[in-house]
């Protein structure tokens, strides 16, 4: 799976869990009487220019997880990359807007709307009447009609992810001329908007087989700003090349190159010049921020002090003794040694000059960050054990401080730390409210009398005492803070991280140690640098080893029926996932405070999912949601109540935590069947609500965005909820100055 994508409506939502990884009242009784709109926590941060600023020409090359697997938006293994391709090469008739809600793309359509509301709703789209195929053939009724039977799931033959909103459809005719088409619906489908995004040709949909395999390696015919020429699987990238049949304004690039990179290897992709806007996680961050300072102190580095001079060991003369021993053994007797020493010398140096150059390429790019439209969030495992009871569900629910929890991932990075206060939207969408209020915040007290209520008592089994650590304070505490790193920069998952906020402003990175509200990778000087880029995680989240633990962490550990109470925390081991360890770390702080023991299990990447998640192999679990526009259709399969299937299984859907409930399922179904926005709106809060007071999932902070793109990238970089407008992305004109207008106008 991509850990990162934004899709106006995925076909199914693709959940995402490394965040270093496509789309989201304060009662129980539903939303206040006042709809207020909410505004997006933060704003995109694409660099926006007016179009006549922006050069002719040039080759954007974008970094992505993968060259995917299908062409095809609608099959199961599409991902993120899917979703970018068919966003630059075909037809949406809406396009989301900054706010995350749908907007009509007038570059495909003039306008639609519903026509009849009884006895059938009907709706009416008028083309834009340039809109054509690249092989010439307008767009029309005949690409809806064959989009609606493959995605109707009437017809078996076709391998669809799923048929929402389509299998509604009763009929799908031209209006009174070629440029209309009249959908009318069996049932009321308030999500209506959601179809025909994107819009493949007939040529696609028309029969199984091009279906199934024509489209899942090449996309012969197209109609946006760009085309696929080219997909390279041997060297990992799509080409994308301007349409020459696009109507619209000009797309200013020549070609954008997808370009699969690892998330670990961009920082060096970036200034090796093989790419030039990668989504990045906060240890690029860290690299790229560095170089900047380093730059405004005439080539400081944390192995070369300010120009080029070996940097002094503050408090010491350490440096002069280091110094003097490695002359003695490069000039003594003892031959090995000698030789031993001037290699070490020769590798520092090698490392120094590839360290320099790294640098003085990444003072070229700079960080854009917003918030993803994706929330990260705690899932409980109701199907047994046990969080099979909901008063244990809501006694964990009460133990978290999600204020803080948002804080660690998002204070040291320069954005909101609110913590997401809905299932089902996130704040700047028509249907966000906060409706945590169902359950309520933290209150220990209160998390313990849940425990008893449910048979929890102290009196389980009593942990081996562990190993009393050096002293938290004093030159101790911080010898402890340097060595948890560990010799070889790779850290320890328990160990201490130090932090930097990333501003800009100059100031020393050492300044910005253990604030315990942020994450991950962040800046002190020397090597200790580059361990905790290695380690990741947040500064505070793990305590200089020999910390003491608060006086009441201790506890007996409660038990039911001689059974101490556990829960087994599972997350991902793989070199993106920092920052989930680090919440998890605090997550487990906070339970033990309440008598809750986790034990933490830590799996591979490609298992975590697929083996532990999905199949239910867990109690407690760390993974992300995208948020979307349409949440009454695109939501449901997340929170529907888990039903048997004939074989006697559990057929659970989208639903990981196998925590529902027939209310939530009814309000679901009454939200989709109102073409009363505002009705609809309510149903859906009321069903957030309810789905806050069965504590299966924790919504946490919504995802950071960071992207890195090279400064003079234009109209590209962390778009947050907006759909990109890739005939705008570009290169900055030499002399141009961004505009305060962006729209040219």
Not at 294 to 302: E, N
Not at 645 to 656: K, M, P, R, T
Request: glycine share 10%.
């Amino acid at each position: 799976m991509s850990h990162n994508g934004v899709a106006l409506r995925a076909v199914t939502r693709s959940v995402v869990f490394l965040t270093a990884g496509a789309l989201a009242v304060t009662a129980l009784s539903g939303c206040s009487s006042e709809d207020k709109s909410s505004k997006p926590l933060a704003e995109q941060d694409i660099a926006p220019v007016a179009r006549d600023q922006v050069a002719d020409g040039g080759t954007l090359h974008w970094a992505v997880d993968t060259v995917p697997e299908t062409l095809n938006t609608f099959q199961a293994d599409a991902d993120a990359t899917t979703t970018t391709v068919a966003q630059a090469v075909l037809p949406s008739m809406y396009r989301l807007d900054a706010n995350g809600r749908p907007q009509v793309d007038p570059a495909y359509l003039e306008s639609a709307k519903v026509v009849e509301t009884g006895p059938k709703q009907v709706v009416l789209y008028k083309l834009n009447q340039q809109a054509v195929w690249s092989d010439g053939r307008e767009i029309g009724a005949a690409d809806f009609a064959a989009q609606w039977r493959a995605l109707s799931g009437k017809d078996s033959a076709y391998w669809t992810a799923r048929n929402a909103g389509y299998e509604r459809i009763e009929k799908i005719e031209r209006g009174d001329n070629d440029l209309e088409v009249k959908v009318t619906f069996a049932r009321p489908y308030a999500d209506w908007r959601s179809l025909f995004s994107p819009l493949y040709p007939k040529d696609v949909m028309g029969t199984p087989d091009s279906f199934n395999d024509s489209a899942r390696k090449k996309l012969k015919v197209t109609a946006g700003p760009f085309q696929v020429k080219k997909v390279d699987r041997k060297d990992d990238e799509i080409t994308l090349v301007r349409n020459p049949r696009w109507w619209g304004h000009p797309a200013k690039l020549n070609e954008i190159v997808l370009r699969a990179v690892p998330r670990d290897k961009r920082a060096t992709a970036l200034a090796a010049g093989t790419i030039e806007l990668a989504e990045v996680d906060p240890e690029a961050l860290g690299r790229i921020s560095l170089a900047a300072r380093a730059g405004a102190t005439s080539g400081a580095s944390p192995v070369a002090g300010p120009g080029g001079r070996p940097a002094h060991r503050s408090g010491s003369n350490l440096e002069a003794a280091d110094a003097l021993r490695s002359w003695a053994l490069a000039h003594g007797d003892d031959e090995e040694a000698a030789d031993d020493e001037l290699s070490a010398r020769q590798k520092k140096r090698r490392a120094l000059v590839a360290y320099e150059r790294e640098q003085a390429a990444l003072k070229g790019f700079e960080i854009r960050r917003s918030l993803e439209p994706a929330y990260t969030q705690l899932a409980l495992n109701g199907a047994s054990g046990p969080l099979a009871d909901e008063r244990v569900r809501r006694a964990v629910a009460r133990a978290l401080d999600r204020k803080a929890l948002a804080g660690v991932v998002l204070s040291p990075l320069g954005l909101p730390a609110v913590p997401v206060g809905s299932h089902l939207a996130l704040s700047g969408q028509d249907a966000y409210a906060d409706n945590s209020g169902a359950l309520g915040g933290q209150d220990a007290k209160e998390a313990r009398a849940l425990l008893a209520d449910a048979g929890w008592v102290p009196g389980g089994p009593v942990e081996k005492e562990k190993k009393k650590g050096e002293k938290a304070a004093g030159t101790e505490g911080k010898k402890a803070a340097r060595d948890s790193a560990g010799e070889d920069g790779e850290g320890d998952d328990g160990s201490y991280t130090v932090g930097e906020d990333d501003k800009g402003d100059g100031q020393d990175p050492k300044d910005h140690r253990g604030s315990g509200d942020g994450p991950r990778h962040l800046a002190q000087d020397g090597k200790q640098y580059a361990n905790k880029l290695k380690q990741g995680g947040a500064p505070g989240a793990y305590a200089p080893k020999g910390t003491a633990a608060p006086a009441d962490a201790a506890k007996k550990a409660l038990a039911k029926d001689g059974k101490a109470l556990a829960l087994r925390f599972v997350l991902p081991s793989g070199p993106g996932s920092q920052t989930l360890r680090a919440v998890a770390g605090r997550i487990s702080s906070m339970l033990e405070k309440v008598g809750i023991r986790t034990e933490i299990s830590k799996v591979s990447d490609e298992s975590y999912f697929k083996d532990h998640i999905a199949s239910g192999q867990y109690d407690l679990a760390l993974y992300s949601w995208p948020a979307s526009a349409f949440p009454a259709t695109d939501a449901r399969p997340i929170f529907a109540k888990p039903v048997p299937a004939a074989d006697g299984s559990l057929n659970v859907e989208q639903n990981y935590t196998r925590v529902g409930t027939d209310q939530v399922d009814q309000l679901f179904d009454q939200a989709l069947g109102t073409l009363d926005a505002g009705k609809s709106r309510s149903l859906i809060r009321k069903a957030d609500a309810r789905i806050w007071a069965a504590a299966g999932s924790i919504p946490l902070y919504q995802r950071p965005q960071l992207t890195a793109v090279k400064k003079d990238v234009v109209n590209a970089g962390s778009f947050g909820f907006q759909t990109p407008v890739y005939e705008d992305m570009g290169f900055l004109k030499k002399g141009a100055k961004p505009s305060a207008d962006p729209t040219g106008h």
